[in-house]
C-alpha cells in the first residue's frame, strides 16, 4: 500500500493561507490522493480528493505536482475551527483507506 | 439523513467480556470500514464490506469479527475482551470517492 509522508504539526495565523504538504512518492497510476482531517473528539471528515489535475472545493484547493509524487492542501484563510489533524491518503476509489499519523494543525489567533 | 450512527458512545468493559459495536447508515452506500485509533495515532482499519454477506479483512483484524447481513448495518463484535483493545472505534460507509464517518464508540477494557 502506497505510504505518505507529512509533516508531524504546522502552525498558522488566523486569516492566512495554509499550505499542507504531503509527500507520496510510490503513488500508483490509479491512487486518488485524498484528504481528510478530524477535529478533537470527532471523526475524520472529507476534505477534498484528485487524481492528476488540481482540485477546487468550498473548503479547500489540492495542488498535485506534475509528477503526482506529491500534493498540497491549501486552505485559503485559516480559521480557529480549521485547527486540526490533517490526513493525507492514497487509494484507489472504492478501496480502504491507510491512515498515517497526519499534520497537527495549530491556528493562532 | 441521520448518515453514519454509530452505538454505544461509551462503554467499559472487564477483561473476558464480549460486545458488539453498533453501526448503521441510512445512504445505501456498499462500503462500509471499522476503524480503530488509539490515543494520538491515525485510524488503523480492522475489517471492511463492500456489499451485503462480503466482509474481509484491513490491517488488524485480530480479537474482532464482523458481519453484514444488509446494506445498512455492519457490526463489529469483540468475543474476549483485552487491554489492547482500549481504543476509540468509528465505523465509516463511501460513496465513489468520500468516506463518512460515524461519531466513535470510545472503548475502555479493565
Known amino acids: 500500500d502506497a505510504k505518505t509522508t507529512q509533516p508531524n504539526s504546522m502552525e498558522s495565523n488566523e486569516e492566512e493561507p495554509v499550505h499542507l504538504p504531503c509527500n507520496h512518492s510510490?503513488?500508483?497510476?490509479?491512487?486518488?490522493i485524498h484528504w481528510y482531517r478530524q477535529l478533537p473528539s470527532q471523526g475524520p471528515e472529507y476534505v477534498i480528493h484528485g487524481l492528476t489535475s488540481n482540485v477546487n472545493n468550498r473548503m479547500a484547493s489540492l495542488a498535485i505536482a506534475e509528477d503526482r509524487k506529491s500534493s498540497t492542501l491549501i486552505l485559503h484563510r485559516a480559521t480557529l475551527r480549521d485547527a486540526a489533524v490533517y490526513y493525507c491518503?492514497?487509494?484507489?476509489?472504492?478501496?480502504?483507506?491507510?491512515f498515517g499519523t497526519g499534520t497537527s494543525l495549530t491556528v493562532i489567533p | 439523513n441521520a448518515g453514519v450512527t454509530q452505538t454505544p458512545k461509551f462503554r467499559i468493559l472487564k477483561i473476558g467480556q464480549s460486545m458488539t459495536l453498533q453501526c448503521a447508515q441510512d445512504m445505501n452506500h456498499n462500503y462500509m470500514y471499522w476503524y480503530r485509533q488509539d490515543p494520538g495515532m491515525g485510524l488503523k482499519l480492522i475489517y471492511y464490506s463492500v456489499g451485503a454477506g462480503i466482509t474481509d479483512k484491513g490491517e488488524v483484524p485480530n480479537g474482532y469479527n464482523v458481519s453484514r447481513s444488509t446494506t445498512e448495518d455492519f457490526p463489529l463484535r469483540l468475543e474476549l475482551a483485552a487491554p489492547s483493545q482500549t481504543s476509540v472505534y468509528f465505523c465509516?460507509?463511501?460513496?465513489?470517492?468520500?468516506?463518512?464517518f460515524g461519531p466513535g464508540t470510545r472503548l475502555t477494557v479493565l
Open positions: 491518503i492514497l487509494s484507489r476509489i472504492g478501496n480502504q483507506f491507510y
Open positions: 465509516a460507509s463511501s460513496s465513489p470517492g468520500e468516506q463518512f
Open positions: 510510490t503513488i500508483s497510476g490509479t491512487d486518488y
